[in-house]
């Protein structure tokens, strides 16, 4: 792995973010520069760990629920390459015979991101509503220990704490409960 080389003089298009050496920092495309994605501590990785088993579980053949996967979006009239802690997205989406080695070329029914400690909740609100209008039907911002909160494109977010069971009409039945998923996490106190 190398380092990623010096900032470009002019903004980075969706072909140069594409052509960009691997490296062992994951990078996001926004607003035409390659910006660090935070690297994990311990409470998110249980978390998305938590998330992924769930998912997994309930997703079977539907689809793919995937870590960590690029999407090309667009944000703001300029190509945008978030990289959500986990994604959903079903065979309609994405048919199984798509098998590149490419970031997610549509926008997937759900991006869920885990929320860290220095980062805070307005910017992760920003990110969810610039995922649905993008085309992602749902966004969750995950607060790792206590609360979900979904995005929705048609309402205000809401947030699901403690036993307040939450069930998605784009993820048929899909149940998940706050507390468990935390419990299952390791992340109660």
Known sequence: MSSL??????PLTLA???????VET????MEGRAVPKMSPKRFHSKT????????DRWCGQKGEVELEWAVTLTRH??????????LYISSE??????????????PPELVIEIISP??????MAEKATDYLVAGVL???VVDPRSRITVFYADRPPRTFTGTNRLEEDVLPGLQVNPEELFVQAELTT
């Open 48 to 55: 998305q760990k938590a998330f992924l088993y769930l998912l």
């Open 16 to 22: 140069d973010y594409l052509a960009l050496p691997e």
């Open 118 to 123: 220095e980062q805070p909740f307005g910017w």
């Open 26 to 29: 994951s990078y996001e495309l």
């Open 77 to 86: 009239g300029q190509d945008w390459v978030p990289i959500p802690d986990l």
């Open 138 to 140: 749902r966004a969750w």
């Open 93 to 106: 989406r994405l048919p199984p015979s798509w098998q590149e080695d490419a970031p997610c070329p549509v």
């Open 5 to 10: 080389p010096a900032p470009p003089t002019k």
